[in-house]
Structure formats: C-alpha cells, structure tokens
C-alpha cells in the first residue's frame, strides 16, 4: 500500500473541505505552483486515492428520516463466490446502500449502511435482504433519525480533512 506524502495529504484534506476550488486557490493555499497542484492530483486520481468529487447534502431536507448501521453474519453453509455476487448484485439494485463491507465482531461478518425515508422504508428494505440474500442473518441494527434535533454533528467529511490535517501540520 503506499502512503501518501504529507503534501499530498494536504492537498487530500483540502479538496475534501471544498472540491470546488481550482487548482490556483488550492496552490496559494497549500503554498505550491499551480502546475504542481495539477499534476498531485493527477497523481492521485491515477493511483485511486481520490476516486470521486461529490457534495454532502442535508439528509433531512432531502426527505430522509433515518440512517441505518446494520450488522450481519452468514447462515452456514457458506459458498463464498456465490455469496458475493448475490451482495454485489443486492447493492447495485439499491442505491440507498451507502456502504457495505466484510469485517469481525460482535459474532458478525458484514455492516450495511443505508438510508431511509421513513422507518417503514427500512423495514422493506430489511424484508429485501432476507428475501434475496437468504445466507444472511441481521444480528443487529442502529436507527438513527433525522427527525428532530437529535443530531449532534452533521455527517461531513470536512472532520476527516481535519483529522488528516492534524497528522501533517
């Protein structure tokens, strides 16, 4: 795996903060040339750390009531090929699939997250993944709503451009 330099953690954590700003903006601030900054993230776009430019919305002005952290392991027996490609082919059908990955704990072997306009949306959506991927079995969930005040950080990644930030400064 390579790491990435410090200047390009920098530049990493600024694009994160606004995406929006050219290559000039993002060289005085990083106190680089504008080709520099270009050809950076050129480079990273080849090597695959930034893989997309994109906005984080208000949920709840979108008309999204909840998030959900979904935790699942497999009933035996296990036919791992077959497995991932019914989990491949699930979240290409859905795209309220914010994120799904394999990892260990708590007696599982998968965490979705997902959004939902209501909790009667997630409840299909649950009913959809016991349905079409019938190795799974839901051990736990989070609801999170976003009714209310009951949110105390917004999701953003402007925290993660800090946190990088604090590595190289």
Known sequence: MNLVKDVELKLVSELIKNSRRSDRELARV????????GRM??????????????MVPDLSKLGIEMIAIT???FKPPENPE???????????KHSNVL?????????????FITI???????AKFIKEVKAEIAEYKIADTFLI???GDTI??????????????KDVS
Request: net charge positive.
């Open 82 to 92: 077959e497995r991932m490609k019914k989990c491949v082919e699930f979240v290409e």
């Open 30 to 37: 990083l106190g680089l040339s504008q080709p520099t900054v």
């Open 99 to 111: 994120f799904l990955s394999s990892g260990r704990g708590t007696g599982t072997e998968r965490v």
């Open 116 to 122: 939902h306009k209501d909790y009667s949306d997630y």
């Open 152 to 165: 105390l950080r917004q999701l953003s990644f402007k925290t993660l451009a800090n946190y990088l930030r």
């Open 71 to 73: 935790l699942a392991a």
């Open 41 to 54: 993230i050129k480079k990273l776009e080849k090597e695959g750390v930034i893989h997309d430019y994109t």
């Open 145 to 147: 709503s976003y009714k």
